[in-house]
């Protein structure tokens, strides 16, 4: 049952080259497995910068409201630093005309409704 030489050489190799096959084989295999991984990151990668792009786009958006909001805001305020100005500037005329005492009264009065308006204008911006 033993083999003669030529034909322990024959069969081992056979087997070299069986090993040598499966080798590329599982080489090729691993190839393909790396090239599988390597498309499903870019994948991943792409969706990941869309969803960067949309979640800037919304930052920018709400950004954007923020500051129409702040000027709108910082609009009230300056309206209401004019209306503030004017008046006294009228409660200073009319104290010219018509002497001291009643336009002061008049003026006090104004000065604190102004006042009000601007707190609540301060604190509407603060809000």
Same mark, same amino acid.
Do not use: T
């Given at each position: 049952a033993s083999l003669s030489k030529e034909a322990r050489k024959g069969l081992k190799a056979a087997r070299e080259e069986h090993i040598r096959e499966q080798t590329l084989k599982l080489n090729d295999d691993h190839?393909?497995?790396?090239?599988?991984? =390597?498309?499903?990151q870019a994948k991943n990668l792409e969706e990941l910068?869309?969803?960067?792009?949309? #979640?800037?786009? =919304?930052l920018q958006e709400t950004l954007k409201n #923020?500051? #129409?909001?702040f000027d709108r805001k910082i609009e009230k305020i300056r309206t209401s630093t004019e209306q503030y100005n004017n008046m006294e500037k009228m409660n200073l005329s009319a104290s010219k005309k018509?002497? =001291?005492?009643?336009?002061?009264?008049?003026?006090a009065e104004s000065i604190e409704v102004q006042r009000k308006l601007l707190d609540s204008t301060i604190h509407d911006l603060r809000g």
């Open positions: 190839l393909r497995v790396l090239d599988l991984k =390597m498309k499903l910068r869309h969803q960067h792009a949309i #979640e800037g786009k =919304m #923020e500051v #129409e909001e018509d002497g =001291m005492k009643k336009p002061f009264k008049k003026n």
